[in-house]
């Protein structure tokens, strides 16, 4: 396991040409000859996944799959599952106050937390030198899976005693969650928090980024660091709340502008994004992509703190030829 996941970040940001470091695991799935839904069920088929991955682009780091169903299922939550897409919480599991105060909170390891752990641990015994990074919801989109994430709005301002309730278990859980990737191996978390994205700033300081600065005091150290990530186009307005979290990097989505967040970043804040997964690497040509790369360089690129990513998770049915272009782009 690397050292240092955060001066690795810095060095690759301020490296020339920058390196690509797309939010990719999914892809690799149709590589290997088999179906999302087998994936995110098979702890071997994740680790040759990121392993396929780690040989077969430049990317520097490695990443575990994006799964956001799988912290709220080990805490109870109904999983549909389907061929090709990402698994999706079905249903609600607390829909109240009685149901938040009886939920219990999992240990690491309940339902298929158990196989994304053991996964990160076999792909970090393959993987030498290159970290890993290891995929997690965030807490405030933890808590929308468990209430539902349209109800949770109305509840934020009808019931947000019931809100705090089931972020304090959310929270709590990912804590532990946390503890078990680094001690599988992971060099550090990309954390998910997209529902943030759809909140207002007075809403965010009440209902996540408390929560988030939480867990990223608990789990972060020297040799282990957490990136938040926010596809929000909110995020604008919230940047100095964000930024408060104490992350070792900030990756954003295609929904903002990558030039006006870099123009309100302080030059010690490393920030990531943020090419669009949907419109270029999945419904993209290689042209087009190499043209979204170019223009975001010439924005972006001579910034120090900016690495290049995806906007967000990369869709399983993403074309290879998208994704080699994106990389064969940040070479010129």
Known sequence: MIQNIKDFLWAAAKSRPKPGL??????AAGKLGVTVEALVQDPELQA????YV???????????????SVEAEAFGAKVRFTTEDIPAIS???????????????PRPGAGRTGIYI??????????????????????F?????????????????????????VLEK????LIEYGKAMRKAGAAGILMAEPLTGVLNPAMAREFSIPYVKRIIQALQDDSFGIIYHNCGGSVTSMLKD?????????????????????????????????????????????????????????????????????????PAHTRWENINAFFQALLK
Do not use: W
């Open 141 to 165: 989109s933890l808590a929308g899976r468990l209430m539902d994430v349209t109800e949770i709005m109305y509840s934020c301002y009808d019931e947000p005693e019931t809100v705090h309730i």
């Open 242 to 314: 964000i930024f408060s979290q104490g992350a070792i990097a900030y990756h954003f989505g295609n929904a903002v502008n990558m030039k006006e967040i870099l123009e309100n970043v302080p030059q010690d804040v490393l920030c990531m994004g943020n090419i669009d997964p949907a419109a270029q690497f999945a419904g993209g040509s290689p042209s087009s992509m190499r043209n979204a790369v170019e223009e975001l360089m010439a924005c972006c690129g001579s910034y120090g703190n900016f690495l290049p990513s995806s906007g967000c998770d990369i």
């Open 22 to 27: 797309p939010i990719l695991s999914f892809p």
């Open 170 to 173: 959310a929270a709590a859980f």
């Open 48 to 51: 040759r996944a990121m392993e």
């Open 118 to 139: 053991e996964g990160v641990r076999r792909a970090v015994e393959r993987l030498g030198p290159k970290p890993l990074l290891a995929g997690m919801i965030g807490p």
């Open 54 to 68: 780690a040989l077969n682009t430049p990317s520097p780091v490695a990443m575990s799959p994006m799964d956001l």
């Open 91 to 105: 249903g609600q599991l607390v829909p109240g106050e009685v149901e938040a105060r009886n939920l219990s909170v």
